[in-house]
């Protein structure tokens, strides 16, 4: 994409004549604060907390009622700083809430009980966002705050490119957002919305992967959430790296409110409110559609020929309460497609070189929650869940036959999900969550590509079947005291495919032993499926007969052991400081006698993967590190959070040897800062950077002189993952004005990534066309816009 002066010019010219015109136009507006102050184990109301709004002359603030529900009216704009406190529970203050003219600020502020009933209430500070929501979540978690991480400077309004910024995470490709923790596999995330497992939420991405260019995931819609990075507690399972528990947020049950947004991610128009004045239930809708396809169809070139993301999305929630609990109806689904044609000399392959390339993804997410309260101390929650994944891939070798399919693709798989969960408070100290989930899936794959003579196809996938996959949990927290607690708990599952099972204790202790110092230890053993793919793909044994194996069938689950130490601590009022050690041990995965040095813990960082036949689980792995997290969260106008990564991953085939795994960068450091101006009497202005210096990827080396000879990839396997390309760097920054009026307001972004236009690799492959090795780069300088209005 080209960037005229006069484009950049045009673009100063309007921020500047926006601010002026908010100085001009300051005059006084307000908003109304208002939520439910809630028990943070419980989740039932609380009636009778004060909730006030601190340096504010003469002090305002209110009292929730019997339904725990407060209302604040005729605040100011801008930031506000709210402290909630109710005897015998932990006082909490949240610091720089932002108030806007045209969207109510609504929030539930949950209260962790005390153990111990004190005469004077500890105030428990704002610092404390970073720890995760899961009261059972002690190390290796933190809570994913919207309010915070949206304005990280490169994140485009996606969830995993804002995930990536926290300790232990890597993400060094500028083209997808795969989430590689502490060296695994992307394939050992789990992505869970609204407390059920869902299949890769992101646009463009294969299925069986869990990462893409694009989230599907609109931040708009979610309310704050965990994400963990190891020892996770045993209500997660299915996972052996990490897990990313997505929630989604309730319409506003007492006003119709609407934005619209134009940017990076696409054309957006949303919609929340009550369904009626004589209740509280609410809805809440967003629908997206593709920039880029919608500016092409305007004749707007973007260099990229026939290369053009076309996709669209739809999330929604509604929300009913009734009187002893509440239904929630939430759904999730988009669909994608794009053509990469070196036939049209296309200058975005993304890896494809020499190849005309169409593809298409589907996916989809339909539940039903129902919430119950037994009494006062316990509560079921049950869902129901439908969900699905399609995706189709033709692929044709130009240097063979431009006109015959030398690779077609189509896979689907639909998941029909149960799940209950049974809470219970017996008092303060303790508190028990147990539960089981039954997936159901009903799967088809057909993969089919030309022999190497072009006379017939090989089916390495053609099959369609049934599985089923069940898990247990119970786990139990106790806490000795306010400072002191320990979790424990059992997770099992089986795949009824091969009865392959698994049994994985957890434990976790979190001691704060000094105020504002805390140590933590987590243990535990975590498993996983392979793709489900993995298990249908099949060999042909019988060439006379054509008749094919699934030899693949029997693999059994990839399991992993996690060792955590951390150590978090207050510097002053504002600041904070956490340091954690790690060790996990990998074993089951598999490995193939065909291909020595492969294992499966090196796929899923791309756009497509490696298989082969008669796997075994006899590969094995580590992954070790430090991680150092120093972070001020926003107040006064100004935050900065800087992490760093030091880790060493690898990994042993089929053969035995010791290698770097592919995703062992070895460091990866973020530092990311910002500063927010009031400008005018209702009007924010904000400058945000972010610096990421990390190891580049670990080569697969190309063979040249044997794909000259096949005019196919052909790697040198012997020299696997020894060397890495060069390191990565990058520089972003990001510019956000705000504009308040009385009845809407309007939001100006302007991205600036890459602001150095550095080279970093993308990727290496083989061009059969041009009969060469060739390198991607990966994205140069590029300014993006975005626009949203609230009314």
Do not use: C
Not at 651 to 677: C, M
Not at 691 to 708: C, F, T, W
């Amino acid at each position: 994409m080209r960037f005229s002066i006069l484009y950049k010019a045009a673009l100063f010219t309007l921020l500047l004549n926006v601010i002026t015109y908010s100085v001009i136009l300051s005059q006084e507006i307000t908003q109304t604060f208002r939520g439910r102050v809630l028990d943070a184990y419980t989740e039932l109301p609380l009636p009778g907390a004060t909730v006030v709004i601190l340096d504010t002359d003469p002090l305002e603030g209110t009292s929730t009622n019997i339904n725990g529900e407060f209302r604040i009216d005729e605040l100011a704009l801008g930031r506000i700083n709210v402290q909630v406190s109710m005897i015998g529970y932990q006082s909490s203050v949240l610091n720089s809430l932002l108030l806007r003219s045209g969207r109510e600020l609504v929030m539930e502020i949950k209260l962790e009980e005390q153990v111990y009933l004190m005469d004077d209430a500890v105030v428990r500070p704002d610092l404390r966002k970073d720890q995760a929501i899961n009261e059972m979540a002690v190390v290796s978690a933190r809570s994913f705050t919207i309010d915070e991480t949206e304005r990280y400077a490169g994140s485009l309004g996606d969830p995993s490119r804002m995930a990536a910024n926290y300790a232990g995470v890597t993400s060094v490709s500028d083209q997808r957002n795969d989430i590689v923790i502490r060296g695994n596999s992307p394939l050992g995330l789990l992505w869970r919305l609204e407390g059920i497992e869902i299949p890769n939420p992101n646009h463009f991405g294969s299925i069986g992967t869990t990462g893409g260019p694009i989230s599907m995931l609109n931040i708009n819609h979610l309310t704050n959430s965990d994400f963990y990075t190891g020892a996770f507690p045993a209500e997660f399972g299915n996972a052996i790296a990490g897990a990313f528990d997505i929630k989604m947020r309730n319409g506003n049950n007492q006003k119709h409110e609407f934005i619209g947004q134009m940017g990076f991610n696409g054309f957006e128009l949303g919609a929340e409110g009550p369904f009626s004045e004589n209740n509280q239930a609410s809805y809440m809708a967003n629908f997206r559609y593709s920039t880029m396809e919608v500016l092409h169809a305007a004749g707007m070139d973007f260099g990229t020929g026939t290369a053009i993301p076309r996709y669209k999305d739809l999330s929604f929630k509604v929300n009913l309460p009734l009187e002893r609990g509440r239904i929630s109806v939430f759904g999730l689904g988009g669909d994608n497609s794009i053509a990469m044609l070196a036939s049209e000399d296309d200058e975005s392959q993304y890896g494809f070189s020499g190849l005309d390339l169409y593809n298409s993804n589907r996916m989809g997410v339909l539940g039903v929650n129902h919430v119950y309260y037994l009494n006062d101390d316990a509560r079921f929650t049950n869902t129901l869940a439908i969900s699905g994944i399609e995706s189709t891939a033709d692929i044709y070798d130009l240097s063979f036959d431009p006109d015959k399919e030398k690779i077609k693709e189509v896979l689907g798989e639909i998941k029909y999900t149960f799940s209950s969960k049974y809470s219970r408070r017996f008092n303060s100290r303790n508190y028990l969550n147990t539960g089981l989930v039954y997936d159901f899936y009903d799967v088809s794959y057909q993969g089919r590509q030309l022999d190497p003579a072009g006379e017939k196809y090989l089916h390495y996938l053609d099959n369609s079947g049934t599985m089923g996959f069940a898990r247990l949990f119970t786990e139990w927290q106790h806490r000795f005291s306010d400072d002191l607690s320990v979790s424990t708990g059992v997770h099992a599952s089986r795949l009824f495919l091969n009865n392959s099972y698994a049994a994985e204790p957890r434990i976790g202790l979190k001691w704060e032993f000094i105020r504002g110092q805390a140590l933590n230890l987590g243990a535990g053993m975590h498993s996983q499926t392979q793709m489900k793919a993995v298990y249908f793909s099949q060999r042909l044994t019988d060439t006379l007969n054509m008749v094919y194996k699934k030899t693949n069938r029997d693999l059994d689950l990839s399991r992993s052991i996690h060792l955590v130490a951390g150590y978090d601590r207050l510097l002053g009022e504002e600041h904070r400081m956490k340091l954690e050690v790690y060790y996990q041990r990998l074993y089951n995965i598999p490995v193939a006698w065909r291909r020595p040095e492969f294992s499966l813990m090196n796929q899923g960082g791309g756009y497509s993967f490696n298989l082969y036949d008669n796997m075994e689980n006899s590969g094995t792995g580590e992954n070790k590190g430090v991680e150092l997290t120093l972070e001020k969260f926003l107040n006064q106008g100004f935050y900065y959070l800087v992490t760093a990564s030091v880790f060493d991953a690898g990994y042993r085939g089929y053969d035995g040897v010791w290698r770097n795994s592919a995703f062992n960068n070895n460091f990866v450091l973020n530092a990311l800062s910002g500063y927010e101006w009031r400008v005018g009497g209702n009007s924010l202005l904000s400058v945000d950077l972010k610096m990421v210096y990390a190891g580049g990827h670990r080569k697969l080396p190309i063979d040249e002189v044997q794909s000259l000879a096949d005019n196919a990839l052909r790697y040198q396997w012997s020299e696997a993952y020894e060397k890495r390309f060069p390191d990565y760097f990058r520089l972003n920054g990001r510019i956000t004005f705000r504009l308040n009026r009385s009845s809407f307001d309007h939001e100006w972004g302007l991205d600036l990534q890459n602001m150095t236009n550095r080279e970093n690799i993308f990727i290496q492959n083989w061009d059969s066309n041009k009969k060469q090795a060739v390198t991607h780069y990966q994205m140069g300088f590029m300014p993006m816009m975005t626009y949203r209005i609230y009314f």
